[in-house]
């Protein structure tokens, strides 16, 4: 364990000597490489900023409607049914919307049920398993300039689906 503390602790700064190495090696100005990539990550950041803006938005009002709580009300039933607890049900559905509410919801899980317990182990790999899909969309979506987004949502939302399906069959698989 001692080992991977260690390795951990100096890669970036080997990455770092590695790349200014290299950069002298090719006789490459890094520093004037650097500072053009901080200006041009300045303006994409400016860029996206509507885009950001406008997904926090429409997170807010999906999360004012009651809409999580409608599906979570859908969607336990069929856990019950397949004898997968009702608790991870909402880490599921807000997993792709927000990552702090799921991780929040996780955390609460672990400290509730203890992280190894059926409850903990599937609350953990449904968080790792799948990424905040609408914020991912709309940063690099933005980033670039691409408005019309539908295919790509319906696309990340069925590959969360089968992250989370998965999560599901090898945790209950393993350790149930």
């Known amino acids: 364990m001692h ?13 770092i000597v590695i ?16 500072v053009e990539g901080g200006k ?9 900023i509507p885009y950001l803006v ?18 979570i009300h859908f969607i336990s039933p069929i ?3 397949l004898g997968i607890p009702t608790e991870i049900a909402p880490i599921a559905i807000v997993r792709p919307i927000s990552g702090n ?16 317990s059926l409850i903990g182990r599937l609350a953990s790999a449904i968080h790792a398993s799948s990424d905040t899909t609408f914020y991912v969309l709309t940063v690099y979506f ?6 019309k987004m539908g295919d790509s949502v319906k696309i ?4 969360d689906l089968i992250g989370i399906i998965a999560s599901i069959l090898i945790v209950m698989f393993f350790w149930k």
């Open 142 to 147: 933005g980033a670039v300039g691409i408005k």
């Open 54 to 71: 406008g997904m926090l938005v429409a997170i807010s009002i999906f999360r004012a409607s009651g809409l999580i709580e409608l599906l």
């Open 3 to 15: 080992l991977v503390g260690t390795v951990s602790a100096w890669m970036i700064p080997m990455i």
């Open 40 to 48: 041009e990550g300045i303006s994409i950041a400016v860029s996206i």
């Open 79 to 81: 856990f019950n049914f």
């Open 101 to 116: 509410a799921a991780l929040g919801m996780t955390n609460d899980l672990l400290k509730e049920h203890g992280a190894d």
């Open 19 to 34: 790349t200014l190495v290299y950069a002298t090696f090719k006789r490459v100005s890094a520093y004037d490489h650097f």
């Open 156 to 159: 990340a939302l069925i590959g």
